[in-house]
């Protein structure tokens, strides 16, 4: 298959997913990754950011990936054209084969071609599927700002939600490290897969009752509005996610649970969302909640298998090329030792945006930064690792000071011989602080990530 007929194929894939043909830049990817070039070549060429060019990359992927039925990425888009082109000439060598049989195969007569999409916008096509009406609550969405390349975390999700049809999945990480952002552009991506697709911020949360009235007031008048009105009640919430395919997104649902203890404990009058998250994931529906926050609950296990329909996905710091998009963003565009600035915050995107901002407006140089293993801590850096520091537990304040003490990671057994916590009680908080994203654990060692490390010493 040659560039020509590979991005013309491609072309009428996404117009028969979308409506809208290819645009400069989404053929542009298509072109480079056939040509084998990188997402940074790529957007040289087209003088955009390379995170620009791999966000539009990974929504090409994910459109190609639904409408061809497996996973299309930059490695093996070439190799999924040239797939589709052999099946699409075997079928229609079966086609010729079936007709020419029953005697109604027309080689002379008027050609067959599709039809004429532009001039009938009430007709549909023989590729277009049916849909039902949409209802969105989106109101409490952030808007997206710039977007860092996550592209791995997207096609992650979005497999599990729209191929793997997981009922409830977490979304975990340190504070700033993109959670929402990440959510964010997901649902933009794939609310349209969905009847319902809802938002809920959980600054106060609502009590169960009140949040499941929420949602069910949403449904029905919803149906009310695709049907003629009835008096009917409103249906228990669980048979609303039978009915209809939905997706729910809870962000911060880590306000349902207390600080100052164990992660994952649920405030006073709050312990009715263990059952209805447990409903969710063992009673069949085909919708999905999405729960965002800086730590799961605990009936949620951080290690999940192929086989349950839950998943949890922690989040980790940018790559390098993504946190650099940040320093140029900040003005920083010329940085000396960027890659070692980056490590050093851990690649999280609030922690690089505080300390890039101070920089800049200190006038001073990533080099002075980085000299003798300083780590800065803005005030509103500050803030943040206070307001995720204050949600621990006494316990868990003890086992980051012992961690904070050591320069070099250390195993189970060295924190037991260093403090006065009981085995089962360092056993609890290490799990506890796994679970808020506060530790970090290589094989048998636990270690801080420096930046918290700066911040507890400095307690």
Aim: net charge negative; hydrophobic share 35%; glycine share 4%.
């Amino acid at each position: 298959m040659n560039l020509k007929e590979a991005l013309k194929l491609a072309d009428r894939i996404v117009f028969e997913k979308t409506g809208q043909h290819l645009d400069d830049l989404q053929a542009a990817i298509l072109r480079g990754t056939l040509q084998r070039e990188t997402y940074k070549h790529i957007a040289k060429d087209f003088d955009c950011s390379e995170s620009s060019v791999r966000q539009v990359g990974s929504q090409l992927w994910q459109i190609l990936s639904e409408e061809l039925g497996e996973d299309v990425s930059k490695t093996n888009f070439r190799s999924a054209m040239e797939r589709l082109q052999v099946s699409n000439v075997s079928n229609f060598a079966q086609n010729v084969s079936e007709q020419h049989i029953s005697g109604s195969f027309n080689i002379c007569g008027e050609g067959r071609h599709p039809p004429d999409i532009s001039n009938s916008d009430n007709d549909e096509t023989s590729h277009s599927k049916p849909t039902k009406t949409l209802h969105q609550d989106l109101s409490e969405m952030p808007e997206l700002g710039n977007f860092f390349s996550r592209t791995l975390e997207l096609q992650t999700l979005t497999t599990w939600i729209l191929q793997q049809n997981c009922r409830l999945i977490t979304l975990t990480g340190i504070s700033g490290i993109g959670k929402t952002s990440l959510a964010v552009q997901l649902v933009q991506q794939i609310k349209n897969e969905f009847e319902y697709a809802v938002w809920c911020t959980l600054d106060e949360f609502p009590t169960i009752d009140k949040f499941k009235s929420n949602l069910t007031q949403l449904f029905s008048q919803s149906e009310k509005q695709d049907s003629s009105p009835t008096n009917q009640k409103p249906l228990p919430l669980i048979k609303y996610l039978q009915n209809h395919r939905c997706l729910i997104v809870l962000d911060d649902v880590h306000n349902l649970f207390s600080s100052g203890e164990l992660a994952g404990k649920y405030k006073p009058n709050y312990e009715e969302y263990r059952s209805l998250f447990k409903q969710i994931e063992k009673l069949s529906h085909q919708s999905c909640f999405l729960l965002v926050g800086w730590e799961p609950p605990k009936e949620v296990p951080q290690l999940t298998s192929e086989n349950t329909p839950i998943r949890t996905l922690k989040l980790t710091g940018l790559d390098t090329a993504a946190a650099a998009e940040i320093l140029r963003d900040k003005g920083l565009a010329e940085i000396d030792n960027c890659e070692a600035l980056i490590h050093r915050y851990q690649g999280n995107p609030l922690w690089l945006k505080s300390v890039a901002t101070l920089i800049q407006e200190l006038g001073i140089s990533a080099t002075e930064v980085l000299i003798d293993d300083t780590i800065l801590l803005p005030e509103d850096l500050k803030d943040v690792l206070q307001q995720q520091y204050d949600r621990t537990s006494e316990l868990e304040k003890q086992v980051m000071s012992l961690l904070a003490a050591e320069n070099q990671p250390v195993n189970f057994g060295k924190l037991l011989q260093n403090g006065q916590i009981s085995s089962s009680d360092l056993l609890n908080a290490l799990q506890s602080l796994s679970r808020r994203c506060s530790i970090e654990k290589e094989a048998s060692l636990y270690t801080l990530s420096p930046v918290l490390k700066q911040y507890i010493k400095g307690l």
